[in-house]
């Protein structure tokens, strides 16, 4: 799958839980990048921000392996197990709750079958 491709998946994942695009227009900015790591297939980074009228704005991140990426046995899942770390992010501080939820948790793995996901792994597969 390539960026575009990965950019429709994740917008399509956003809509199904909740996430609208006049959000991702406004409050929650989303990015795509790629490294040359091997630790993952792909991570997602979430930090909160105020703007001049101190509202929050999301900032996501979401970064791919080159390397894994096209070793990815799922791409699919993986797109979606990133999109719903951020969504779990985006709810925890939207709900104005201290620090982050914990990665896999109760929460994210509550995202995950709420996306259509029956049963939430922590890690991809690769091919
Ligand atoms: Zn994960």
Redesign the pocket.
Known sequence: MDTHGIQMKAAQVFKKLGVTEEDLRTKVHVRFATHNRTT?IA??KFSVRRDVNDQPVYEVQFLFSTLLWPKDANQENTIV??VC?AVNDLRWKEQGKPGFPQ??GME?RAIMIEAGVTNPQ??GLLK
């Open positions: 993952a991570t997602t197990h990133e770390h990665g896999h994210w922590r890690c």
